[in-house]
T-cell receptor, first 116, second 112 residues
Framework: DAGVIQSPRHEVTEMGQEVTLRCKPI?????LFWYRQTMMRGLELLIY????????DSGMPEDRFSAKMPNASFSTLKIQPSEPRDSAVYFC??????????????FGSGTRLTVV | SQKIEQNSEALNIQEGKTATLTCNYT??????LQWYRQDPGRGPVFLLL?????KEKRKERLKVTFDTTLKQSLFHITASQPADSATYLC???????????FGQGTTLQVKP
């Protein structure tokens, strides 16, 4: 398996533009998570899905953020409109059975978003 | 408020020594705790999981302890190598739902 695949790796966009981040989880994993990482706040959980259903989106900062998981092999995180304070590294992670086994979460390489 | 605290100062040690990193938490009663390694520009990589009924867990040169009374986990790397230099993150599932909350991480630098 190629692991969790995120695209794009880097995104630079202007304030006010729509940004879509993409994630392909590991096949067979039933949980998918979106995290955001900044120097100031560390890794913050934005939203997670179980079997493609959103379970907890309490970490989504504002209505400008939305996430979907139309099927077991694809998820998107959309920011519309984007703002400079959204600049961060966004990680997608997947796990089997809540990550309680001996394998934890598998993270992607992240998307570094810069909003200018 | 609920917190996970890791030493924010970088830990610098000499190659061959044992590195010990600390994770303290408050107002949680987690069923398990996880440790991850993160290299610059990369996503975190899972290392170990320890359950509340396990006092200690080992994997090669890594050892993790979990003291639910002290609300603390210690992460040890024995015979450290420069390749062990990275940021190490601890994480808790505070509500046993799979929703992992991460500490800020401690950066380890192993000097040859």
């Amino acid at each position: 398996d190629a692991g969790v695949i995120q695209s794009p790796r880097h995104e630079v966009t202007e304030m006010g533009q729509e940004v879509t981040l993409r994630c392909k989880p590991i096949s067979g994993h039933d949980y998918l998570f979106w995290y955001r990482q900044t120097m100031m706040r560390g890794l913050e959980l934005l939203i997670y899905f179980n079997n493609n259903v959103p379970i907890d989106d309490s970490g989504m900062p504002e209505d400008r953020f939305s996430a979907k998981m139309p099927n077991a092999s694809f998820s998107t995180l959309k920011i519309q409109p984007s703002e400079p304070r959204d600049s961060a590294v966004y990680f997608c992670a997947s796990s089997l059975s809540r990550g309680q086994g001996d394998y934890g979460y598998t993270f992607g390489s992240g998307t570094r978003l810069t909003v200018v | 408020s609920q917190k996970i605290e890791q030493n924010s100062e970088a830990l610098n040690i000499q190659e061959g020594k044992t590195a010990t990193l600390t994770c303290n938490y408050t107002n949680y009663s987690p069923a398990y705790l996880q440790w991850y390694r993160q290299d610059p520009g990369r996503g975190p990589v899972f290392l170990l999981l320890i359950r509340e009924n396990e006092k200690e867990k080992r994997k090669e040169r890594l050892k993790v302890t979990f003291d639910t009374t002290l609300k603390q986990s210690l992460f040890h790397i024995t015979a450290s190598q420069p390749a062990d230099s990275a940021t190490y993150l601890c994480a808790l599932d505070r509500s046993n739902t799979g929703k992992l909350i991460f500490g800020q991480g401690t950066t380890l630098q192993v000097k040859p």
